[in-house]
């Protein structure tokens, strides 16, 4: 018989059919003019359905991304040679160098209909949320207990059993998190990827993002703060009604032998655990769903050398069909780049200069601040249900969204935008660190921090021998995903637009803005290209050394 949560559960499910509809049927639309914003309050319940969905989309995109991606990279070591460095690249390729060749040839491709417009939008949220997760899932996988694999091949488990049973739970409590800030990276650029203008071109769709950029052109604070209001909403509602059941979800897969005095509970959760519509769908559709995975007889000769040859092909198709893309790309961006001077040329070494030294100054900030806090959440259960809310709202809110605000504070305050640029840079990034910081916490098995206190560690001794090396590897994730993140946040935060006034800082991030405002293709691409070579040369010459100090050094699983 049916209960109340049952019916709440339905509901649920009909309201979520509802909203699918009414998107595809935008999505199929035709194509009109450019979309007339309506900056009434009214306008926003439609504009944030619209969205949510755009970012669910991108995100369901970047885990099967992910989970394919970071496993064949982990396991294939021809591939990873290739592909590791590969994600380096194109994390470092900023939003705008993505952006007006896809815009174009989307809308091209659908001329009549919204679909290519909407699928634009929905992979470029796609590239603000893929790197970090994907990174995250690869250092996982590297991370895990050499006696757990052991054990998978004395049980003759096959690829599917290991990723299922193994891979998958291992990697859950840091992909959980770094998907939270993957979902908060994706919003950064909300305002850039639904109000796309490129030359005189001008590319909107409907949705929460194109609200706020119409506000702030006009300079309509009633509608600006209608948006922060309705963002801050959705953030809240997704936090709880998404991320926090998954969160404590996500606890029972922590690799230790000790039970946690305190667990992470959530209402919506325990929930949605007793409704028997749920358990109906788990039992008669998921399960079978996950049993035809499996195959029916596991021997070691059949399951492990068909997923090793799987896995393979699968790996090498990937190299394939990016170094395809590769070549076809650089043989039209050397086109491009033959068209300018010299003069150019150094003009774009210097501003690489002045954004390098902002973006390594908002990394060494955050992590100053990310680093304490972020080991004090993942620590303590209790502080986590208070903190998570909070930050998870701070780190969803797209900060373009409030750089006005910021730079009239800091005008205030007389700092002027080359060095305010630091702070608006550091409002998109610092979170990357505090999230992989507080996943790196989480993971430190409770058997440990039980063995600091029987010794007796004071507090430096702790830090010194448990917290920081037990959160070192998560770190230098959120290093690498925080600084290309911040190269990124560099396009909007040195060429900021408030009204009819335009606020621009010497460095990279303002070219690139520039160059796109005015179709300047050729500046484009040599900006994008140093751009890459920056983050790829410090990524050989830091990133890739402190990756390899802690897997030899501080990962459990040596």
Request: charged fraction near 15%; hydrophobic fraction near 55%; include cysteine.
């Amino acid at each position: 018989m049916f209960s109340v949560m049952d019916l709440v559960v339905l509901a649920g499910l009909g309201a979520l059919v509802y909203g699918l509809v009414a998107v595809g049927r935008e999505w199929t639309g035709w194509a009109g003019p450019v979309a007339q914003i309506d900056l009434s309050p009214w306008a926003l319940p439609g504009y944030t359905m619209l969205s949510l969905f755009r970012g669910f989309a991108a995100y369901a995109l970047s885990l099967v991304f992910t989970l394919v991606y970071g496993r064949v990279a982990a396991y294939n070591p021809r591939a990873e040679k290739v592909m590791v460095p590969l994600l380096d690249i194109l994390q470092s390729v900023p939003v705008l160098g993505f952006l007006p060749g896809l815009v174009l040839a989307l809308a091209n491709l659908f001329p009549h209909r919204n679909v290519g417009l909407e699928l634009a939008c929905v992979l470029m949220i796609f590239t603000g949320q893929v790197w970090n997760m994907t990174f995250s899932f690869y250092q996982s996988l590297r991370s895990i207990p050499q006696e757990l694999r052991d054990a998978a091949r004395v049980c003759r488990l096959t690829w599917w059993q290991r990723f299922a049973q193994l891979e998958l739970p291992g990697a859950a409590p840091g992909l959980v998190w770094n998907s939270m800030m993957s979902m908060a990276g994706g919003w950064f650029f909300l305002t850039v990827t639904e109000a796309f203008v490129l030359g005189d071109k001008d590319f909107r769709l409907p949705g929460i993002g194109s609200y706020m950029s119409a506000a702030i052109h006009k300079g309509d604070v009633p509608a600006m703060c209608y948006g922060v209001i309705a963002m801050v909403v959705m953030i809240v509602a997704v936090d709880q009604l998404v991320w926090r059941p998954v969160v404590a979800w996500s606890q029972k897969f922590r690799l230790e032998d000790v039970e946690v005095s305190q667990q992470t509970t959530s209402t919506v959760l325990a929930f949605l655990q007793r409704s028997r519509v749920l358990t109906w769908l788990h039992t008669r559709v998921w399960m079978p769903l996950v049993a035809l995975g499996e195959p029916r007889v596991v021997t070691a000769k059949s399951g492990g050398r068909f997923g090793a040859m799987l896995w393979k092909a699968v790996g090498w198709a990937l190299m394939l069909a990016l170094a395809a893309a590769v070549v076809w790309g650089a043989v039209r961006v050397v086109h491009l780049l033959t068209t300018l001077c010299v003069a150019d040329w150094l003009r774009v070494g210097g501003l690489t200069g002045l954004t390098f030294v902002r973006v390594f100054a908002a990394a060494v900030i955050g992590t100053l601040w990310a680093v304490p806090v972020g080991v004090a959440i993942g620590f303590s259960p209790r502080l986590a249900r208070m903190a998570q809310p909070v930050i998870q709202v701070m780190a969803s809110f797209p900060a373009p969204m409030l750089y006005p605000l910021v730079l009239l504070a800091l005008g205030w305050a007389g700092v002027g935008i080359n060095t305010g640029s630091v702070v608006l840079i550091l409002l998109g990034t610092q979170w990357y660190i505090l999230f992989n910081v507080i996943a790196g916490a989480t993971a430190i098995p409770q058997e440990l921090r039980e063995a600091a206190v029987v010794y007796r560690m004071g507090r430096a001794e702790r830090w010194r021998r448990l917290i920081l090396p037990g959160v070192f590897p998560a770190l230098v994730t959120g290093w690498v995903t925080a600084v290309g993140g911040a190269w990124n946040a560099s396009i909007v935060a040195e060429y900021v637009h408030f009204g009819h006034k335009v606020l621009t800082a010497d460095g990279l991030g303002a070219t690139i803005s520039l160059a796109t405002d005015r179709g300047d293709f050729a500046m484009l691409a040599a900006s994008v290209l140093a751009m890459c070579v920056a983050v790829v040369g410090f990524n050989r010459l830091v990133w890739q050394r402190l990756y390899r100090v802690a897997e030899e050094r501080f990962s459990l699983s040596k």
